[in-house]
C-alpha cells in the first residue's frame, strides 16, 4: 500500500546541514500523516517531527526546533527533513513513517504508525 524509501543522508560537520527525501509509492499519499524517527546506537527510537496530511500542521522533538523542518509534497509524494546546525547528537539512523488512521493529527509515537522506510544515516562530525 506504502513503500517508503529515505535518501539524503551521509556525513556533515558540526553546524552544517542535510536535507533528507522520503519518497512515497502511493498515489494516496496525499491521505496519510508523517513523520520523522530516528535511532542512535544504544538508544531507543525517538520521535524527532511529524506533518499532517494538508501540511498544515507541524510538531517537533524540542532538541530540533528551530534547527529541523518538515514539510511535503503531496504532488511529487514526497516528505523532507531540512536540517540545520547539526549537532554531534544528531548522529543517527532517520526513518519516515507514515500514518493512516490519523491523517489529521501529528503523533509523536512510534507504534501509531503504519509504514515504515528502511532508514538513511546520519553521522555529524566534529
Known amino acids: 500500500q506504502v513503500q517508503l524509501v529515505e535518501s539524503g543522508g551521509g556525513l556533515v560537520q558540526v553546524g552544517g546541514s542535510l536535507r533528507l527525501s522520503c519518497a512515497a509509492a502511493?498515489?494516496?499519499?496525499?491521505?496519510?500523516?508523517m513523520g520523522w524517527f530516528r535511532q542512535a546506537p544504544g538508544k531507543e527510537r525517538e520521535f524527532v517531527a511529524a506533518i499532517n496530511w494538508r501540511g498544515d500542521r507541524t510538531d517537533y522533538v524540542d532538541s530540533v526546533k528551530g534547527r529541523f523542518t518538515i514539510s511535503r509534497d503531496n504532488i511529487e509524494n514526497t516528505l523532507f527533513l531540512e536540517m540545520n546546525s547539526l549537532k554531534p547528537e544528531d548522529t543517527a539512523v532517520y526513518y519516515c513513517?507514515?500514518?493512516?488512521?490519523?491523517?489529521?493529527?501529528?503523533?509523536?509515537?512510534?507504534?501509531?504508525?503504519?509504514?515504515w522506510g528502511q532508514g538513511t544515516q546520519v553521522t555529524v562530525s566534529s
Open positions: 513513517a507514515a500514518d493512516w488512521t490519523s491523517p489529521w493529527g501529528t503523533s509523536t509515537l512510534a507504534n501509531e504508525y503504519e509504514y
Open positions: 502511493a498515489r494516496t499519499f496525499g491521505t496519510y500523516a
